[in-house]
T-cell receptor
Framework: GAGVSQSPSNKVTEKGKDVELRCDPI?????LYWYRQSLGQGLEFLIY????????KSGLPSDRFSAERTGGSVSTLTIQRTQQEDSAVYLC????????????FGDGTRLSIL | AQRVTQPEKLLSVFKGAPVELKCNYS??????LFWYVQYSRQRLQLLLR??SRESIKGFTADLNKGETSFHLKKPFAQEEDSAMYYC?????????????FGKGTKLSVIP
């Protein structure tokens, strides 16, 4: 396919609103990752989906963050009651095999909280 | 906690000159180290892994456990090497998916 697809590419919203970010991984890839990159920082791990197993949510910064992956394919990352510190680029990646490092990244969603 | 340090935010070299992008890590165990690259207007992509001991696009990186370093090297820089480079670490036995990234070094190759 065309690679990992993320939408929207840009999102501007007011503090306190909920946002939903979407990731469409490469077809057939069992592993899906969410990372985020704040300005001037390295990538920060958020969550990892590995096939049908329970996801590793250990990187989610607060209970305002949640993610799901339906049917082993598309994933949505939801941020409730957004705060200004949530502003970042949210990157999704997928890999064919589980347990490995992310290999194919999307273009990311640039989230700006006013 | 593990940490990855890339001391240079920006590195400029002339075409044909050797390149060394520094990466130091702090972790008491045996980590796995990676280099990722993002070219202008392109997506982040995996460049190489230390366990593969591979050379990709002329780049190599050797894990030095004594100095806790994983510097990325290329003997002769090319203009197309200009990009953002990120060093990343994963904890052994924890799965490579949970990477700790450095803040990145922007390499600029001057023609």
């Amino acid at each position: 396919g065309a690679g990992v697809s993320q939408s929207p590419s840009n999102k501007v919203t007011e503090k306190g609103k909920d946002v939903e970010l979407r990731c469409d991984p490469i077809s057939g890839h069992t592993a899906l990752y969410w990372y985020r990159q704040s300005l001037g920082q390295g990538l920060e791990f958020l969550i990892y989906f590995q096939g049908n197993s329970a996801p590793d949510k250990s990187g989610l910064p607060s209970d305002r963050f949640s993610a799901e992956r339906t049917g082993g394919s598309v994933s949505t990352l939801t941020i409730q009651r957004t705060q200004q510190e949530d502003s970042a680029v949210y990157l999704c990646a997928s890999s064919r095999d589980t347990g490995n490092q992310p290999q194919h990244f999307g273009d990311g969603t640039r989230l700006s909280i006013l | 906690a593990q940490r990855v340090t890339q001391p240079e935010k920006l590195l400029s070299v002339f075409k044909g000159a050797p390149v060394e992008l520094k990466c130091n890590y702090s972790y008491s165990g045996s980590p796995e180290l990676f280099w990722y690259v993002q070219y202008s207007r392109q997506r982040l992509q995996l460049l190489l892994r230390h366990i593969s001991r591979e050379s990709i696009k002329g780049f190599t990186a050797d894990l030095n456990k004594g100095e806790t370093s994983f510097h990325l090297k290329k003997p002769f820089a090319q203009e197309e090497d200009s990009a953002m480079y990120y060093c990343a670490l994963s904890l052994s036995g924890a799965g490579s998916y949970q990477l700790t990234f450095g803040k990145g070094t922007k390499l600029s190759v001057i023609p």
